[in-house]
């Protein structure tokens, strides 16, 4: 089992895009209020004080869409300045990322995660839910503003929609070829959006690798970072290729990860809320950080359990709550 060190933080539940698998069409959102989310003094407290105390080291930022938050910028340069800070990235559809990449890498984060589901725009148009002007050149410019500026890896996030994208895996997979790029094939799956999981169903990590071994081949790779990605490369590629398999090829048992939620929810695990804590409502009513602490150090010791249940139940889809709103 490895040490559970990493968390994921969701900065916000809001996003300015509405993905389909993500926030889809019909869905009934209903975002925090304002006032119900952790402050900024507020998260910067629970790491301080909480979460690096209990050893956690490694930090992703995430939201919804973690480059509304206002003080985003802020958050980063301090949690890299945390003493314990192993590694920090960030998850992030790249819209608003053009002009926040030389502040962010400034600021000290080096990793980043941005959301590339089409090189079609009008097909990236249909997965984000815009009927307007086609964002994905400015996602794109992103992606390259923040290349440029060296984030390294700098990876690319692809969910794999059958009937909708998975007919443009080989050329997703080519940005890993000439370009020091990483793509990383999700396999989709059912959180919120149960109708159009039912009507498209999921392709296997295995069936694309198919694929791509069937055009170029395919060697094991590596790349720094904290997931579940199974890592190959196209030989002699600059880049490389991950598969995180949730539905074909379950990777609870090494999990190492808990979720901040932007509402101060502590969570063990993506589909499944047994322990869940919620840190905000403490923190308000005085509870002294020490039993916070105690707490959260208590859930660590019972993450084990929940894992390997997760992992023997075979179950998706526990939470009523969308992607955007657990904070993915």
């Not at 089409?118 to 794109?140: A, C, E, H, M, T």
């Not at 159009?196 to 060697?219: C, D, H, M, P, Y």
Request: glycine content about 8%.
């Amino acid at each position: 089992m490895n040490p559970v060190d990493y968390l994921r933080i969701s900065l916000v539940d809001r996003c300015n895009f509405r993905c389909q698998y993500c926030m889809p069409e019909g869905a009934d959102i209903q975002y925090a209020l304002q006032q119900n989310l952790l402050t900024q003094p507020e998260l910067i407290t629970l790491l301080r004080e909480v979460f690096i105390p209990v050893g956690f080291t490694r930090f992703r930022l995430t939201g919804g869409e973690p480059l509304v938050h206002p003080g985003v910028v802020e958050i980063v340069r301090t949690i890299a300045q945390f003493p314990a800070t192993q590694d920090l990235s960030m998850t992030t559809n790249g819209f608003l990322l053009a002009g926040l990449a030389q502040d962010l890498h400034n600021a000290g984060l080096r990793r980043v995660n941005i959301s590339l589901d089409s090189l079609d725009p009008d097909v990236f148009n249909q997965i984000i839910g815009n009927r307007g002007r086609s964002r994905w050149q400015q996602v794109w410019d992103g992606i390259q503003t923040a290349y440029q500026v060296g984030f390294n890896p700098l990876k690319l996030n692809v969910v794999v929609i059958p009937g909708v994208n998975d007919q443009e895996v080989l050329d997703l997979a080519a940005l890993s070829i000439d370009r020091e790029w990483h793509v990383r094939f999700i396999e989709f799956m059912p959180i919120g959006n149960d109708d159009l999981f039912q009507n498209r169903g999921w392709v296997s990590s295995e069936e694309l690798r198919q694929q791509i071994r069937a055009k170029w081949g395919l060697t094991e790779g590596q790349v720094r970072g904290n997931g579940p990605a199974d890592v190959f490369r196209i030989p002699n590629a600059k880049g490389t290729l991950g598969f995180i398999s949730q539905m074909s090829e379950c990777f609870c048992d090494r999990c190492n990860r808990m979720r901040l939620s932007a509402d101060g929810w502590l969570r063990p695990c993506l589909l499944n809320e047994t322990g869940q804590i919620d840190l905000k409502t403490g923190l308000r009513s005085g509870i002294p950080l020490e039993h916070l602490r105690q707490q959260v150090s208590e859930l660590l010791l019972l993450k084990p359990e929940i894992n390997y249940k997760q992992r023997d139940s075979g179950t998706t889809g526990a939470y009523s709550r969308t992607m955007s709103q657990i904070g993915g």
